[in-house]
Nanobody
């Protein structure tokens, strides 16, 4: 069982920065695929970024590539999402997700993740 708690959301002006953090507790954290998803009002939950268990492979949604950076610290059981050059269209609830499957495959669909955090709101004003 893995529990995930996100933090770091808030209100920021366009072109500003925020860092989201996900703290995991439970078993096998360092073998989990970890990702960030987001969901804007009236829209489906969408993939933002994924990092594999070693931190060596990372994937990004095209709209955030070159602006967002995902990282993890297995010793601290945390996964961070550094978000720079934020745009109003980045406004959403951001969710941390984890799955114990491990490996270096790309998992962009919500149904592929067993564990979810409660979400943290990010609002970008224009």
């Amino acid at each position: 069982q893995v529990q995930l708690v996100e933090s770091g959301g808030g209100l920021v002006q366009a072109w500003g920065s925020l860092t989201l953090s996900c703290l995991a507790s439970g078993r096998s954290f360092d073998m989990s695929v970890m990702s960030w998803f987001r969901q804007a009002p009236g829209k489906e939950r969408e993939f933002v970024s994924q990092i594999n268990w070693s931190g060596g492979n990372k994937w990004y949604q095209s709209s955030v590539k070159d602006r967002f950076t995902i990282s993890r610290d297995n010793a601290k059981s945390t996964v961070d999402l550094q978000m720079d050059s934020l745009k109003p269209e980045d406004t959403a609830v951001y969710y941390c997700a984890a799955d114990p499957k491990g490996g270096d495959w790309y998992y962009p669909e919500p149904y592929e993740y067993e564990y979810w955090g409660q979400g943290t709101q990010v609002t970008v004003s224009s």
